[in-house]
């Protein structure tokens, strides 16, 4: 019988991943020890916290990671949990300093803000079909449900985990591939959250700072209705957020939607473009039936142009689709449940133009004027 090489052990443990942090075992600090004894191996890993719920996930993993190396007869993983010096030390790995690391200047995560002057215009609903759309392209996303008082995030995705908590730092549940933190996961049933504007700010600055996202090609924040509190400590707290602006076809509903998106010349945030939502409905007989009206997309892309004096563009009009509100109901956004439907395709398809928006530096306002 050949010996069990060590080396190989440790290279079949660091594709472990932690199913939270989503980050190798022995890169945090997990992996206590290794040990050879013939065709046993018996693995000391140490868990992040004491009633840590994926505790057997990750005893899984690791036997099924040592059941690949050859000559491996006999697998033991031996669980321990991390001691406050370990789990500061796996903190300050994680996330040097403190702060929101999405708006610091070296940050390459796109956030964008999703942003309407009406409730009921879809905005959570597009915002979580183009995250797990994102994501199932194998891009890295994550949703702030930044709509503290009517949050509606979780229900959408049918994402039923609860936070792990590690001391100060919160870890994010994964919804269809996509780490996901709303209030909504914090309060009992279904209560209502009654705060007002600085509680509102703190909890932003929570969400932001102290839920760990690990690196994100991009981060969705999803906003509540109008020009309030919560859109003004987002452009506070990340000022390199840029807003996609949600509207109806409905001319009343356009010129609420124009004035949430003129607030960014005031923030100095970009507009990365509008969507018009619940457009034209294609009846069984096959003719569209504009119930809300028609045109309020592009009137609002046009109206931003000239008030903002910047180009911004109508990203798509997503079609009212019975399928797309059975699937937020269910908790399975419509991209995924019902790809080839005529409002999957249009959401796909503003996907696609967000994902060929520059990230990082290019694009975005530095305050700086250049001199000739
Ligand atoms: N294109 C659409 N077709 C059919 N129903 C839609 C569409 N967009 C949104 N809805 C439904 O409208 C309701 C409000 O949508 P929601 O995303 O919660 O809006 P908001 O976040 O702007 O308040 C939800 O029940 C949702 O399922
Ligand atoms: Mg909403």
Not at 34 to 62: F, M, Y
Not at 151 to 175: C, E, H, K, R
């Amino acid at each position: 019988m050949s010996a069990v090489s060590e080396d190989a052990v440790r290279t079949a443990l660091h594709g472990v991943l932690d199913p939270e942090l989503r980050r190798p075992i022995d890169e945090l600090g997990m992996l206590r020890s290794v040990t050879v004894d013939g065709g046993r191996v018996t693995v000391g890993v140490l868990l992040t916290i004491a009633g840590c719920p994926l505790r057997s996930t990750i005893e899984q993993d690791v036997a099924a990671a040592l059941r690949t190396v050859p000559g491996v007869e006999e697998a033991v993983v031996d669980l321990d949990v991390m001691t406050p010096e370990q789990r500061k030390e796996l903190k300050d790995r994680l996330r040097p300093g403190r702060g929101i690391p999405f708006s610091r200047p070296d940050s390459l995560t796109k956030v964008f803000a999703v942003a309407s002057g009406k409730g009921g215009v879809g905005k959570s609903s597009v915002t979580v079909n183009l995250a797990c759309e994102l994501a199932a392209r194998g891009l890295r996303v994550g949703i702030v449900d930044a709509d503290v008082h009517g949050f509606s995030v979780p229900g959408l995705l049918g994402a039923t985990g609860t936070p792990t908590q590690v001391d100060d730092m919160i870890l994010p549940p994964i919804a269809h591939g996509v780490k996901v933190i709303s209030i909504g996961m914090f309060v009992q049933g279904n209560q209502p959250v009654v705060w007002r504007g600085p509680m509102l700010h703190r909890a932003l600055e929570q969400f932001l700072g102290d839920v760990y996202f690990g690196d994100l090609d991009v981060l969705f924040l999803d906003l509540p209705p109008g020009t309030g509190d919560v859109a003004i400590s987002v452009s506070q707290l990340l000022p390199n957020a840029e807003l996609l602006v949600v509207t109806t076809p409905q001319a009343a509903a356009a010129e609420v939607a124009e004035r949430a998106g003129t607030v960014s010349a005031q923030t100095a945030q970009r507009v990365a473009g509008v969507i018009e939502n619940m457009s034209g409905l294609t009846l069984p007989d096959g003719t569209v039936m504009d119930l809300f009206g028609s045109g309020g997309g592009q009137r609002v892309a046009e109206r931003l142009t000239a008030a903002l004096g910047t180009p911004v563009g109508l990203l798509g009009q997503v079609p009212l689709d019975v399928a797309l509100r059975a699937g937020g109901d269910a908790g399975t956004p419509i991209v995924l449940s019902d790809p080839g439907s005529p409002a999957a395709v249009a959401l796909r398809a503003i996907a696609d133009r967000l994902a060929a928006q520059p990230r990082h530096l290019a694009g975005r306002r530095l305050g700086v004027t250049p001199t000739v």
